[in-house]
């Protein structure tokens, strides 16, 4: 038993070879770089093991680490290969059998990331349960494990846990409690192993019961299926007895029943079968059956009665009205959010979306506010953490966190993150503190973010960059990055935006950088307006951005574009400075530069342009290409540029046979004729 632990990597363990099994890894908290706050793993055997509630610091830079070759996606539970951030397991090499890798997170965030490392590390998985696997590959399960009560310590299966005798015979005789391994848990007469590192106890020594329901979600009514399972010495005689919560069911002969539930709420079910003995067994489901509303309000003087599906009952905080909310293969409950300020007091309190709900406010981001008012010196305090690929946040203002939101999976969409500090604090692995703030406004590690201004944001001022945005994997379309800072510190650098990603899957699309800045400090490394190191920049205006360094002693650069990889095309970079005065918009990858505008890039190579590209009135910040530009339909059309793509403006991106560099699309007055040929 490995619980409780800490360190800078590998947290409960730091496995490079042999075998770990039978082992029950459990709230250790990995506060390095290297993460993997159950397992850090580069090779060996993994088998039998339940890893689970481990966490582990993630810095923003998920995916890149800073101090080995091997990068790739972040895990909290095991993390293959020295991985940033697994908070489970974290491994490069080796197998994992018949384990159960679940309700690990990341510090800071309420989402799941129980896998994390370079390449397909699901092919070294067989046999187990985690939420980041495929259910019926390599013998895998993604639904939940149902443990008996895991946030208490009691990690043992449940009689309904899909984990028994769902594993592999590896031939071991005993568990961690030393109880034989292979066993009947499910009463079919057949002897197999469970997934984790308790095996279930046998169905056929003890009189018992209990039940499995085909659907157990609604939205609006709910007709479902009950299946008992009873197991024991005798079976014979047997009464069944349901309480559905709206009505019982009772006799001989109702051991499938199908029962309907046509009103909203929750439902507590409970069965109680007796056999020919007069003995007698119960056995009531942990979660309730649930009918759902097709709409869940949230209003700030609404009457705040379960389950909010008028607006007279409507709930009083977001986090109510997602909670009651229900997901089923059909629909899910939506969340409609009235005027008003809602507050988010502190980091547990941060409006978690793990389930395919979407969350809008009525009459949008200028009406809908969702406010910090906790300390920002948390780990990450976010407005919200969306984490499930149907998530979807819209229409709301976000700020005064000290990260606006973190996004893992699913989409933010026409929403304001503002005024957000990107202090982020943390321990390091010596328990001193220090400052890792990165992400001001968003972190991005994957999913959407469409049609939203991203402005006024920060990071602390020993922070590491990307003080509007950090995104590490993900697409970011049709956004402003604009007037956000970093003010300076060791290493520090991105003043709007920060794309860190090394396996180029990081996209930023149509989108305005401008206004954006460094600071002061002698060590600044610059970058006003994005650190770009992986992933791409389509059709994007990135201008007048600054690295306002006025140190004597300071090394200023590249007050539009600090390249260390990636690519850049359809762009213009113009007017970007360092020093207040000097102008300096790329200095580095220029081969990586193609259809762009920029004075530094070389007139012809790559299709590239070095004249300034006349904008309408940049004074007034109107951005668009004026009449004769150079811009105008000098880009490379893409494959997303089909009859659908929209510019900033959402305007046809391409209007005549080649589209327009920038952000913008050039649309000419009206009464205007156009002449092709």
């Known amino acids: ?361 009525l009459h949008g981001p200028a009406n809908t506010i969702v406010w910090g008012t906790g300390s920002l010196s948390a780990a990450v305090y976010s407005g919200f953490d969306l984490d499930h690929p149907g998530a979807v946040v819209e229409g709301f203002t976000v700020g005064n966190f000290n990260t606006g939101v973190m996004l893992h999976r699913g989409v933010l969409r026409n929403s304001i993150i503002r005024n957000n500090s990107g202090a982020t604090t943390r321990p390091n692995a010596e328990g001193r503190g220090n400052y890792s703030g990165v992400g001001g406004g968003l972190i991005m590690h994957g999913g959407l973010v469409e049609y939203c201004q991203i402005v006024s944001n920060s990071v602390s001022s020993t922070g590491c960059g990307g003080g509007g945005a950090l995104i590490t994997s993900g697409m970011m379309r049709n956004c402003t990055i604009a007037y956000n800072i970093c003010p300076g510190g060791s290493y520090a650098k991105g003043g709007g935006i920060m794309l860190s990603d090394v396996y180029s899957q990081a996209t930023l699309r149509n989108c305005l950088v401008m206004g954006n800045a460094m600071g002061t400090s002698q060590y600044t490394a610059g970058a006003g307006a994005m650190v770009l190191q992986g992933g791409r920049v389509e059709n994007c205006t990135i201008v007048d951005n600054d690295v306002r360094q006025t140190h004597p002693k300071g090394i200023g650069r590249d007050g539009g574009i600090h390249w260390t990889r990636g690519t850049v095309v359809n762009s213009i970079i113009d007017g970007n400075t360092i020093f207040a005065t000097q102008t300096n918009n790329v200095s580095a990858g220029l081969s990586s530069y193609s259809s762009s505008c920029a004075p530094e890039l070389t007139a012809g190579v790559n299709g590239n342009i070095s004249d300034p590209p006349q904008f309408v009135d940049r004074a007034g910040g109107n951005y668009r290409l004026a009449k004769g530009s150079p811009g105008l339909n000098q880009g490379v059309n893409l494959a997303w540029m089909d009859a659908a793509a929209v510019d900033l403006d959402n305007h046809p991106r391409v209007r005549t046979l080649r589209v327009d560099m920038g952000c913008y699309e050039y649309m000419p007055p009206p009464g205007s004729i156009i002449l092709l040929r």
């Open 1 to 361: 038993t490995i619980v409780n632990g800490s360190g800078a990597g590998g947290a409960g363990i730091d496995l490079t070879g042999g075998r770990v099994v039978n082992c029950l890894i459990a709230s250790n908290w990995s506060l390095g770089e290297l993460g993997g706050g159950g397992i850090l793993m580069t090779g060996g055997t993994v088998a039998h093991s339940t890893i689970v509630a481990n966490r582990a610091y993630v810095n923003g830079h998920v995916g890149t680490s800073w101090t080995h070759a091997g990068q790739g996606k972040a895990g909290a539970g095991i993390q293959w290969g020295y991985v940033n951030g697994a908070g489970n397991l974290n491994a490069g090499g080796g197998t994992v059998t018949n384990c159960i890798i679940y309700y690990n997170t990341r510090l800071g965030s309420q989402a799941q990331i129980n896998l994390g490392g370079t390449g397909d590390y699901t092919n070294a998985i067989f046999f187990s349960c985690s939420r980041d696997l495929a259910t019926g590959v390599n013998g895998n399960l993604a639904e939940e494990p149902r443990l008996v009560d895991w946030r208490n310590g009691d990690y043992t299966l449940r009689p309904d846990s899909p984990c028994i005798d769902a594993g592999v015979d590896l031939g071991l005789g005993a568990d961690l409690a030393g109880q034989p391994r292979k066993r009947d848990g499910t009463g079919t007469g057949l002897a197999a192993v469970d997934m984790g590192a308790y095996e279930r106890p046998a169905a056929d020594g003890v009189f018992g019961a209990h039940f499995t329901v085909s659907e157990s979600d609604g939205i609006g009514s709910l007709e479902t299926v009950f299946t008992a399972r009873v197991y024991g010495p005798d079976t014979n005689g047997l009464t069944y007895c349901w309480n559905f919560g709206n009505g019982t069911l009772a006799g001989g002969g109702y051991r499938t029943v199908s029962r309907a539930f046509t009103e909203l709420g929750e439902y507590t079910v409970t069965l109680t079968v007796s056999n020919a003995l007069g003995e007698v067994a119960a056995w009531t489901r942990p979660e309730p059956i649930r009918v759902g509303a097709p709409v869940a309000y949230v209003a700030a003087d609404g009457g705040n009665i379960a389950p909010y599906d008028t607006w007279a009952k409507a709930a009083t905080t977001i986090q109510a009205a997602v909670k009651a909310a229900v997901v089923t293969d059909s629909g899910a409950t939506m969340v409609v959010v009235s005027n008003g300020t809602y507050n988010i007091a502190s980091a547990a309190d941060s409006i978690l979306i793990d389930r395919g709900i979407r969350v809008v406010g």
